[in-house]
Protein backbone atom coordinates (compact mmCIF):
# COMPACT_ATOMS: atom_id res chain seq x y z
CA UNK A 1 0.00 0.00 0.00
CA UNK A 2 1.67 2.84 -1.31
CA UNK A 3 1.24 6.57 0.47
CA UNK A 4 2.06 10.13 -0.28
CA UNK A 5 3.56 12.31 2.62
CA UNK A 6 2.29 15.45 2.64
CA UNK A 7 3.20 19.03 4.35
CA UNK A 8 0.32 20.54 6.06
CA UNK A 9 2.51 24.08 5.62
CA UNK A 10 4.04 24.00 2.22
CA UNK A 11 1.82 21.45 0.36
CA UNK A 12 5.34 19.82 -0.35
CA UNK A 13 4.80 16.04 -1.04
CA UNK A 14 7.06 13.51 -0.82
CA UNK A 15 6.73 9.74 -2.25
CA UNK A 16 6.83 7.52 0.77
CA UNK A 17 9.87 5.80 -0.74
CA UNK A 18 12.13 8.85 -0.35
CA UNK A 19 12.16 8.28 3.83
CA UNK A 20 11.57 11.89 4.61
CA UNK A 21 10.53 12.52 8.33
CA UNK A 22 10.21 16.27 7.85
CA UNK A 23 9.90 18.60 4.87
CA UNK A 24 12.11 21.15 3.62
CA UNK A 25 10.58 24.01 5.47
CA UNK A 26 10.88 22.80 8.54
CA UNK A 27 7.16 21.62 8.96
CA UNK A 28 6.55 18.27 10.32
CA UNK A 29 4.59 15.51 7.64
CA UNK A 30 1.43 14.14 7.43
CA UNK A 31 0.20 10.98 5.24
CA UNK A 32 -2.21 10.99 2.70
CA UNK A 33 -3.75 7.73 3.37
CA UNK A 34 -7.89 7.74 3.85
CA UNK A 35 -8.78 4.05 4.58
CA UNK A 36 -12.46 3.16 4.31
CA UNK A 37 -13.58 1.35 7.70
CA UNK A 38 -15.52 -0.81 7.89
CA UNK A 39 -16.59 -2.86 11.04
CA UNK A 40 -18.60 -5.40 9.53
CA UNK A 41 -15.28 -6.35 7.89
CA UNK A 42 -12.99 -7.45 11.04
CA UNK A 43 -11.67 -10.71 11.41
CA UNK A 44 -9.35 -12.21 13.47
CA UNK A 45 -7.84 -11.95 17.16
CA UNK A 46 -7.88 -8.95 19.16
CA UNK A 47 -4.94 -7.61 18.40
CA UNK A 48 -3.34 -4.95 16.31
CA UNK A 49 -3.63 -6.46 13.14
CA UNK A 50 -7.41 -6.57 13.81
CA UNK A 51 -7.51 -3.43 12.24
CA UNK A 52 -5.20 -4.02 8.94
CA UNK A 53 -7.38 -2.03 6.86
CA UNK A 54 -6.75 1.15 8.54
CA UNK A 55 -2.86 0.37 8.86
CA UNK A 56 -1.00 2.27 5.94
CA UNK A 57 0.73 -1.53 5.43
CA UNK A 58 1.85 -2.80 2.26
CA UNK A 59 2.16 -6.47 3.52
CA UNK A 60 0.41 -6.69 7.29
CA UNK A 61 0.82 -10.80 6.76
CA UNK A 62 4.14 -10.09 6.92
CA UNK A 63 4.73 -7.86 10.09
CA UNK A 64 6.45 -8.66 12.69
CA UNK A 65 4.63 -8.78 15.98
CA UNK A 66 4.71 -9.67 19.53
CA UNK A 67 1.06 -11.01 19.27
CA UNK A 68 0.02 -8.26 21.64
CA UNK A 69 -4.23 -8.22 22.48
CA UNK A 70 -6.75 -6.05 23.38
CA UNK A 71 -6.07 -3.95 26.75
CA UNK A 72 -8.72 -4.10 28.96
CA UNK A 73 -11.20 -1.35 29.40
CA UNK A 74 -11.61 -1.18 33.20
CA UNK A 75 -14.44 0.33 35.34
CA UNK A 76 -12.99 2.46 37.94
CA UNK A 77 -13.90 5.12 40.38
CA UNK A 78 -11.86 8.73 40.67
CA UNK A 79 -12.84 11.38 43.02
CA UNK A 80 -16.46 10.23 43.22
CA UNK A 81 -16.66 9.86 39.36
CA UNK A 82 -16.91 6.35 37.53
CA UNK A 83 -14.44 6.11 34.61
CA UNK A 84 -13.54 3.80 32.22
CA UNK A 85 -9.63 3.19 32.44
CA UNK A 86 -7.84 1.77 28.56
CA UNK A 87 -4.79 -0.12 30.56
CA UNK A 88 -2.47 0.80 28.01
CA UNK A 89 -0.05 0.16 30.35
CA UNK A 90 -0.49 -3.51 30.21
CA UNK A 91 1.03 -3.82 26.24
CA UNK A 92 4.63 -5.75 26.00
CA UNK A 93 7.15 -2.83 26.99
CA UNK A 94 4.82 -1.56 29.93
CA UNK A 95 3.38 1.43 27.46
CA UNK A 96 0.82 2.98 24.81
CA UNK A 97 3.97 3.30 22.47
CA UNK A 98 4.16 -0.25 21.36
CA UNK A 99 1.16 0.77 18.95
CA UNK A 100 3.02 3.52 17.33
CA UNK A 101 6.77 1.26 17.81
CA UNK A 102 4.88 -1.98 15.40
CA UNK A 103 3.64 0.46 12.93
CA UNK A 104 6.69 2.46 12.68
CA UNK A 105 9.31 -0.25 12.79
CA UNK A 106 7.32 -2.82 10.55
CA UNK A 107 6.96 0.20 8.23
CA UNK A 108 11.18 0.88 8.27
CA UNK A 109 11.32 -2.77 7.07
CA UNK A 110 8.92 -2.51 4.50
CA UNK A 111 11.04 0.77 2.94
CA UNK A 112 14.17 -1.54 3.33
CA UNK A 113 15.73 0.54 6.78
CA UNK A 114 17.53 -1.30 9.02
CA UNK A 115 19.39 1.23 11.00
CA UNK A 116 17.02 3.79 13.09
CA UNK A 117 17.47 7.11 15.82
CA UNK A 118 15.09 7.93 18.07
CA UNK A 119 14.59 10.11 21.12
CA UNK A 120 12.86 9.70 23.56
CA UNK A 121 11.92 9.84 27.33
CA UNK A 122 11.79 6.62 28.09
CA UNK A 123 8.27 4.53 26.66
CA UNK A 124 9.17 5.20 23.54
CA UNK A 125 12.96 4.38 23.47
CA UNK A 126 11.77 0.75 25.09
CA UNK A 127 9.44 0.23 22.58
CA UNK A 128 11.39 1.27 19.57
CA UNK A 129 14.20 -0.62 21.22
CA UNK A 130 11.86 -3.87 21.73
CA UNK A 131 10.36 -3.34 17.93
CA UNK A 132 13.79 -3.13 16.54
CA UNK A 133 15.02 -5.93 18.37
CA UNK A 134 12.27 -8.26 17.27
CA UNK A 135 12.59 -7.07 13.60
CA UNK A 136 16.37 -7.06 12.98
CA UNK A 137 16.53 -3.30 13.20
CA UNK A 138 19.64 -1.36 14.27
CA UNK A 139 18.07 0.95 16.74
CA UNK A 140 19.74 4.00 18.50
CA UNK A 141 18.21 5.45 21.12
CA UNK A 142 18.93 8.79 22.49
CA UNK A 143 17.32 9.80 26.47
CA UNK A 144 17.88 12.44 29.03
CA UNK A 145 20.61 11.40 31.07
CA UNK A 146 18.67 11.80 34.36
CA UNK A 147 15.07 9.88 33.42
CA UNK A 148 14.00 6.74 35.29
CA UNK A 149 16.75 4.09 35.69
CA UNK A 150 14.33 1.41 34.78
CA UNK A 151 13.41 2.49 31.52
CA UNK A 152 17.41 3.04 30.39
CA UNK A 153 18.12 -0.59 31.42
CA UNK A 154 15.15 -1.84 29.44
CA UNK A 155 16.77 -0.28 26.29
CA UNK A 156 19.79 -1.41 26.83
CA UNK A 157 18.80 -5.23 27.77
CA UNK A 158 16.74 -5.02 23.79
CA UNK A 159 20.28 -4.66 22.71
CA UNK A 160 20.10 -0.74 21.19
CA UNK A 161 22.24 1.07 21.54
CA UNK A 162 21.91 3.98 24.40
CA UNK A 163 22.90 8.05 24.20
CA UNK A 164 22.14 9.14 27.28
CA UNK A 165 22.37 13.39 26.27
CA UNK A 166 22.96 15.67 29.39
CA UNK A 167 20.41 18.41 29.61
CA UNK A 168 17.10 19.02 29.30
CA UNK A 169 14.12 16.89 27.22
CA UNK A 170 15.13 19.05 24.31
CA UNK A 171 18.93 18.98 24.55
CA UNK A 172 17.99 15.18 23.67
CA UNK A 173 16.05 15.55 20.91
CA UNK A 174 18.70 18.18 19.13
CA UNK A 175 21.49 15.38 19.83
CA UNK A 176 19.04 12.87 17.77
CA UNK A 177 18.33 15.08 14.79
CA UNK A 178 21.97 15.27 14.34
CA UNK A 179 22.71 11.76 14.40
CA UNK A 180 19.90 11.23 12.14
CA UNK A 181 21.64 13.18 9.71
CA UNK A 182 23.08 9.55 8.76
CA UNK A 183 20.16 7.17 9.48
CA UNK A 184 16.72 7.84 9.62
CA UNK A 185 14.94 10.05 12.55
CA UNK A 186 11.56 7.43 13.58
CA UNK A 187 11.03 9.96 15.86
CA UNK A 188 7.34 9.41 17.28
CA UNK A 189 7.30 13.25 17.70
CA UNK A 190 7.63 13.61 14.25
CA UNK A 191 6.54 10.64 11.99
CA UNK A 192 2.88 10.05 11.05
CA UNK A 193 3.36 6.45 10.97
CA UNK A 194 3.45 6.16 14.50
CA UNK A 195 0.41 8.13 14.72
CA UNK A 196 -1.61 5.36 12.63
CA UNK A 197 0.01 3.09 14.67
CA UNK A 198 -1.00 4.57 18.27
CA UNK A 199 -4.64 5.49 16.82
CA UNK A 200 -5.33 1.58 16.87
CA UNK A 201 -6.18 2.57 20.95
CA UNK A 202 -9.33 4.55 19.73
CA UNK A 203 -10.83 1.39 17.81
CA UNK A 204 -10.07 -1.10 20.31
CA UNK A 205 -11.92 1.25 22.47
CA UNK A 206 -14.60 1.98 20.11
CA UNK A 207 -14.82 -2.15 19.58
CA UNK A 208 -14.79 -2.66 23.50
CA UNK A 209 -17.79 -0.10 23.79
CA UNK A 210 -19.53 -1.79 20.77
CA UNK A 211 -19.09 1.04 18.79
CA UNK A 212 -20.91 3.76 20.85
CA UNK A 213 -18.43 6.76 21.02
CA UNK A 214 -17.83 7.96 24.80
CA UNK A 215 -18.38 11.25 25.90
CA UNK A 216 -14.98 12.57 26.98
CA UNK A 217 -11.49 11.01 26.78
CA UNK A 218 -8.44 11.92 28.70
CA UNK A 219 -5.06 11.92 27.82
CA UNK A 220 -2.05 12.74 29.35
CA UNK A 221 0.12 14.93 26.60
CA UNK A 222 3.80 15.54 25.89
CA UNK A 223 4.48 15.41 22.20
CA UNK A 224 0.95 14.28 21.46
CA UNK A 225 0.95 10.97 20.01
CA UNK A 226 -1.59 9.22 21.62
CA UNK A 227 -3.96 12.36 21.50
CA UNK A 228 -3.18 12.77 17.76
CA UNK A 229 -3.82 8.99 17.29
CA UNK A 230 -6.67 8.93 18.64
CA UNK A 231 -7.93 12.76 16.73
CA UNK A 232 -6.99 10.58 13.53
CA UNK A 233 -9.01 6.93 14.28
CA UNK A 234 -12.37 9.22 15.26
CA UNK A 235 -11.98 11.06 12.05
CA UNK A 236 -11.83 7.77 10.21
CA UNK A 237 -14.66 6.53 12.08
CA UNK A 238 -16.65 9.53 11.26
CA UNK A 239 -15.74 9.27 7.43
CA UNK A 240 -16.95 6.01 7.41
CA UNK A 241 -20.34 6.94 9.46
CA UNK A 242 -19.07 4.70 12.32
CA UNK A 243 -20.25 8.02 14.97
CA UNK A 244 -21.64 10.84 14.08
CA UNK A 245 -19.96 13.01 17.03
CA UNK A 246 -16.42 13.13 18.72
CA UNK A 247 -16.21 12.92 22.00
CA UNK A 248 -14.55 15.48 23.80
CA UNK A 249 -10.51 15.18 23.92
CA UNK A 250 -8.73 16.95 27.30
CA UNK A 251 -5.06 17.10 27.17
CA UNK A 252 -3.45 17.34 30.09
CA UNK A 253 -0.24 18.48 31.27
CA UNK A 254 2.17 19.06 33.58
CA UNK A 255 2.28 22.65 35.52
CA UNK A 256 6.30 22.01 35.10
CA UNK A 257 5.93 21.99 31.07
CA UNK A 258 2.38 23.18 29.40
CA UNK A 259 3.17 24.74 26.01
CA UNK A 260 -0.60 24.13 25.19
CA UNK A 261 -1.99 26.34 27.56
CA UNK A 262 1.12 28.78 27.64
CA UNK A 263 0.52 29.28 23.53
CA UNK A 264 -3.39 29.60 24.57
CA UNK A 265 -2.37 32.31 26.60
CA UNK A 266 0.38 33.89 23.70
CA UNK A 267 3.37 32.97 26.18
CA UNK A 268 6.16 31.72 25.76
CA UNK A 269 6.80 27.55 27.89
CA UNK A 270 9.63 28.14 30.16
CA UNK A 271 12.99 26.50 30.22
CA UNK A 272 12.64 23.26 32.26
CA UNK A 273 14.31 22.91 35.20
CA UNK A 274 17.48 20.77 35.00
CA UNK A 275 16.26 18.16 37.22
CA UNK A 276 13.86 16.14 35.61
CA UNK A 277 10.30 16.56 36.68
CA UNK A 278 7.48 14.34 38.41
CA UNK A 279 5.47 13.32 34.93
CA UNK A 280 8.63 12.94 32.76
CA UNK A 281 6.60 11.40 30.00
CA UNK A 282 4.91 14.71 28.86
CA UNK A 283 7.75 17.03 29.89
CA UNK A 284 8.00 18.30 26.06
CA UNK A 285 8.91 21.70 25.98
CA UNK A 286 8.27 22.35 22.08
CA UNK A 287 5.70 19.76 20.66
CA UNK A 288 6.00 19.52 16.56
CA UNK A 289 2.63 19.12 16.13
CA UNK A 290 1.44 21.57 19.02
CA UNK A 291 -1.21 23.16 16.20
CA UNK A 292 -2.20 20.39 15.32
CA UNK A 293 -3.22 18.99 19.19
CA UNK A 294 -5.10 22.35 19.73
CA UNK A 295 -7.07 22.11 16.41
CA UNK A 296 -8.03 18.46 17.96
CA UNK A 297 -8.93 20.47 21.33
CA UNK A 298 -10.91 22.56 19.25
CA UNK A 299 -12.90 20.89 16.77
CA UNK A 300 -14.39 18.16 19.24
CA UNK A 301 -14.98 20.76 21.92
CA UNK A 302 -12.24 19.60 24.29
CA UNK A 303 -9.95 21.70 26.85
CA UNK A 304 -6.56 21.28 27.90
CA UNK A 305 -6.12 20.95 31.79
CA UNK A 306 -3.03 21.57 33.89
CA UNK A 307 -1.77 19.17 36.62
CA UNK A 308 0.20 20.01 39.99
CA UNK A 309 2.51 17.13 41.36
CA UNK A 310 0.93 17.14 44.54
CA UNK A 311 -2.32 16.34 42.37
CA UNK A 312 -0.76 13.53 40.47
CA UNK A 313 0.99 11.97 43.84
CA UNK A 314 -2.59 11.97 44.88
CA UNK A 315 -3.87 10.49 41.88
CA UNK A 316 -1.03 7.83 41.71
CA UNK A 317 -2.23 6.78 45.32
CA UNK A 318 -5.86 6.55 44.38
CA UNK A 319 -5.58 4.84 41.08
CA UNK A 320 -3.17 2.37 43.45
CA UNK A 321 -5.77 1.87 45.80
CA UNK A 322 -7.82 0.16 43.72
CA UNK A 323 -5.10 -1.91 42.34
CA UNK A 324 -3.79 -0.32 39.48
CA UNK A 325 -0.19 1.14 39.60
CA UNK A 326 1.06 3.33 37.13
CA UNK A 327 3.14 5.91 36.40
CA UNK A 328 3.22 9.52 37.24
CA UNK A 329 2.84 10.55 33.61
CA UNK A 330 -0.36 8.13 33.77
CA UNK A 331 -1.48 9.37 36.85
CA UNK A 332 -2.21 12.85 35.44
CA UNK A 333 -4.97 11.85 33.42
CA UNK A 334 -6.43 10.55 36.54
CA UNK A 335 -5.73 13.91 38.67
CA UNK A 336 -7.38 15.50 35.70
CA UNK A 337 -10.52 13.87 36.87
CA UNK A 338 -11.01 15.91 39.83
CA UNK A 339 -10.54 19.23 38.19
CA UNK A 340 -13.30 17.95 35.65
CA UNK A 341 -15.58 16.63 38.06
CA UNK A 342 -18.25 19.74 37.97
CA UNK A 343 -18.25 20.04 34.59
CA UNK A 344 -19.07 16.08 33.90
CA UNK A 345 -22.27 15.17 33.66
CA UNK A 346 -23.82 12.49 35.43
CA UNK A 347 -24.59 10.45 32.69
CA UNK A 348 -21.65 11.05 30.68
CA UNK A 349 -18.95 7.82 29.83
CA UNK A 350 -15.38 9.39 30.72
CA UNK A 351 -12.28 7.32 29.46
CA UNK A 352 -9.66 7.66 30.85
CA UNK A 353 -6.25 6.61 29.36
CA UNK A 354 -3.65 5.01 31.41
CA UNK A 355 -0.43 5.22 29.29
CA UNK A 356 2.42 4.33 31.61
CA UNK A 357 3.03 1.26 33.65
CA UNK A 358 4.29 2.14 37.86
CA UNK A 359 7.14 -0.62 37.72
CA UNK A 360 8.99 1.66 35.13
CA UNK A 361 9.09 4.39 37.07
CA UNK A 362 9.25 2.83 40.98
CA UNK A 363 12.94 4.61 41.11
CA UNK A 364 11.33 7.79 40.47
CA UNK A 365 7.94 6.95 42.46
CA UNK A 366 10.28 5.87 45.76
CA UNK A 367 11.99 9.66 46.18
CA UNK A 368 8.65 11.28 46.23
CA UNK A 369 9.17 13.46 49.49
CA UNK A 370 6.48 12.95 51.60
CA UNK A 371 5.86 17.03 51.62
CA UNK A 372 5.18 17.14 47.84
Known sequence: ??????????????????????????????LAFTPRFDPACLEGPECFLRYKSVLPLSFPEKAFTFGERFTPLHSMVFYGVPVWAKMDFLLTTGSF???????MVNKCRELGITRIVE????????????YSALAGIEAHIFMPAGNSSAKTVQVRTYGATLHKVPGTRSDCARAAEEAAKN?????????????????????????????QAPDVIIVPVGSGSQFLGIWLGLQEMKRAGVISRYPRL?????????????????????????????????AIRQPPRLRQILQAINETGGETVTVTDRQIVDALKASARQGVY?????????????????????????????TGHGLKATSRVEKIPDNI
Open 326 to 354: IEPTSAAAVAAVEQLKDRLQKEERVVVSL
Open 250 to 282: VAVQSEHCAPLKNFMEGQQTPQLPKEPILAEGI
Open 97 to 103: KDRGAFM
Open 1 to 30: MNSTLICPSCGMQYPEDEVAWRCRCGSYLD
Open 183 to 211: SYYAAHTWNPYFLHGTKTVIYEIMEQSHW
Open 119 to 130: DSSGNSACAMAA
